[in-house]
């Protein structure tokens, strides 16, 4: 029974240090976005900078590593649960979120009513993350909000938001490279890599991926949150 105890109170110390660590990294991020690096502020002593980035550095792995094991939980309302309390993730009502998943920054991604995230997805949230309502994820869709621009001599990143309308469908092994707009209804086929913006209703496939048609522009569906009861 103590030991018990002991793992609980062991677990709810680990969720409340989470939950200040992914809050910090929120308003670091923001910070960054308003002062583009003259944080270092000559205020602060090199040392004290150094101390601060060694923290932070660790935060973020233990961060990453948690949810890597988050995403290993079988059931959807409980990781459900923990990215929104916890981690600050944004989720409207009745959204599925399967198993498998690897998330980065949850608190700078925002889900809508109804969307349906599929399994092994992976979401780099670093720059923003906005996906609209009743929207549907395949198996293994990798969004990016960052990379390496292979032609900077430091090899420095380079990044930006990415947007999904209303009711798009991303099928299966999609990948979204940073700051792409994918347009309401707009479907994206198996295996694409979406490197501009898709228009509303049009659908998308290939390497990199070009409009091969057009969807029926009358929707009305929408997902009410069932989901299969699988991890």
């Not at 599929?118 to 990798?142: A, C, M, P, Q, Y």
Request: aromatic residues 10%.
């Amino acid at each position: 029974m103590l030991i018990a105890g002991a793992f609980i109170l062991a677990i709810l110390l680990n969720l409340t240090v989470t939950g200040i660590a992914s809050r910090v990294a929120r308003r670091r991020y923001l910070r960054r976005k308003e002062v583009a690096d003259c944080v270092s502020s000559v205020t602060q002593s090199a040392i004290n900078r150094t101390f601060m980035k060694v923290v932070a550095d660790y935060m973020d792995s233990l961060i990453r590593y948690q949810l890597r094991l988050l995403g290993c939980v079988p059931s959807h309302r409980i990781r459900n649960l923990i990215l929104s309390h916890i981690y600050g993730m944004r989720i409207g009502k009745n959204v599925v979120i399967y198993g498998g998943f690897e998330i980065r920054s949850p608190w700078n991604i925002c889900i809508g009513e109804g969307s349906i995230i599929g399994d092994e997805s992976k979401l780099d949230g670093r720059n923003e993350i906005v996906i609209g309502k009743h929207v549907n994820f395949s198996t293994g869709v990798w969004i990016w909000t960052e990379q390496h621009d292979f032609q900077s001599q430091s090899f420095a990143c380079k990044g930006g938001k990415v947007e999904i309308g209303d009711r798009a469908w991303i099928s299966a092994r999609t990948i979204i490279l940073p700051g792409r707009k994918i347009g309401e209804g707009s479907v994206v086929a198996a295996g694409a890599v979406v490197a501009k913006d898709t228009e509303p209703y049009g659908v998308y496939g290939g390497v990199p991926a070009k409009k091969i048609g057009e969807r029926n522009q009358n929707l009305e569906y929408s997902f009410d949150g069932e989901h299969q009861h699988f991890f």
